[in-house]
C-alpha cells in the first residue's frame, strides 16, 4: 500500500522525509511554501540537492505537494486571479526542482460570478501555467465539499475544467474522502462508495485518479461542511475506510493522510490504523 501522510516542512524542506519514515509512510505530502501566504522564499540548489538525497535515504515515493490555499484560479476579480496563476505557476516551478510527482489545488470559489465562469476562468489559467512550465510533475485538481460557491463538489464540474484545457494529459484528480462524504457520497455505507467510484469512472475515468486523500469527517453526509477528523472517529467511520482501501479498483491508488497529528510524533493512530485495515 502507497501510504502517506501531509509532515510539516519546518526546518527545511529536506527534514519532511524523516517525519514521514518515522511514522510507518512511505509516501508523503507537503507544503513548498506557507500555505496561508502569498510570499515564497527562494530555495538554494544546496536545499533542493538535500531534499533529493533524504528522499533517496527514506526511499518516500511519491513525493505530493499541496498548493497553497490563498490560490482562486476562477475568481472575478482580475487582481487575485493574475495573482493565483502567478503563485501556483511558482508553486509548479518549484516542484519541477524537487522532483516531486504531484501538485494538488483547489480549484477555486467563482465568488457569485457564475459557474460556468469560474470554470472557464480556471482552464484559462492552467492552459497558461502548463504553457509556460515544462515539467514531469502533473497538476491534480481536488474535490471540494461544496460550501459556498466552491467549484469540484460534483465530478462533472471537475471534468468540465479537464476538457478545456489544451494539455490536458497533465492534469489528474485527487479526491479527498471527507469532500465526497459531505458533499454527496454516503461512504459510511457500502452503496456510498460503489456510487462514488461508479460516477468517476463514467464521468472522468478511473485512471485519471491519482491520489486519495483520506480524512474522516466531523461533519454527516451532505453537510457541505469540511472538518477532518482521525480514521474511525468521525462520521465515515472505520469500517468504510477499510472498504475503501481493500477495493479492487482503489487499492493500487496513492493514499494520503491529512489528519491531525497527534501529541506523540513518533508514531501515529491513523497510519497503524490503517495498516491494520489493509487486506495484503
Not at 476562477?74 to 486571479?81: G, H, V, Y
Not at 472538518?227 to 479492487?248: D, W
Amino acid at each position: 500500500m502507497i501510504l502517506g501522510k501531509h509532515v510539516s516542512i519546518a526546518g527545511g524542506l529536506d527534514q519532511a522525509f524523516k517525519r514521514a519514515a518515522d511514522i510507518g509512510c512511505n509516501s508523503m505530502q507537503i507544503f513548498v511554501k506557507n500555505p496561508r501566504g502569498w510570499k515564497m522564499r527562494e530555495v538554494e540548489a544546496e536545499e533542493v540537492e538535500k531534499f533529493k538525497v533524504e528522499r533517496n535515504k527514506y526511499k518516500i515515493n511519491p513525493v505530493v505537494v499541496h498548493a497553497a490555499y490563498l490560490i482562486n484560479l476562477a475568481s472575478p476579480k482580475i487582481e487575485l486571479w493574475e495573482k493565483s496563476i502567478s503563485a501556483l505557476k511558482s508553486e509548479y516551478e518549484r516542484c519541477d526542482r524537487l522532483g516531486a510527482e504531484y501538485l494538488i489545488f483547489h480549484p477555486g470559489s467563482h465568488t457569485g460570478s457564475g459557474l460556468e465562469r469560474g470554470i472557464q476562468k480556471i482552464a484559462k489559467a492552467l492552459n497558461q501555467i502548463l504553457a509556460e512550465v515544462e515539467t514531469e510533475t502533473m497538476i491534480l485538481l481536488e474535490n471540494t465539499a461544496g460550501a459556498g460557491t466552491s467549484i469540484g463538489e460534483e465530478f462533472t464540474q471537475l471534468k468540465a475544467i479537464i476538457d478545456l484545457v489544451d494539455q490536458s494529459s497533465r492534469l489528474g484528480v485527487c479526491v479527498d474522502s471527507c469532500h465526497a462524504f459531505t458533499a454527496q457520497y454516503n461512504l459510511a455505507e457500502p452503496e456510498g462508495l460503489e456510487e462514488l467510484i461508479t460516477d468517476f469512472d463514467q464521468v472522468i475515468g478511473l485512471k485519471h485518479l491519482k491520489v486519495i486523500h483520506l480524512n474522516d469527517s466531523k461533519y454527516d453526509c451532505c453537510t457541505n461542511k469540511d472538518e477532518h477528523a482521525h480514521i474511525g472517529e468521525g462520521k465515515i467511520g472505520s469500517e468504510a475506510f477499510k472498504r475503501l482501501i481493500n477495493h479492487s479498483k482503489l487499492e493500487d491508488k496513492i493514499f494520503i493522510l491529512e489528519t491531525p497529528w497527534f501529541d506523540n510524533q513518533e508514531k501515529d493512530d491513523d497510519v497503524i490504523l490503517l495498516k491494520e485495515l489493509r487486506e495484503d
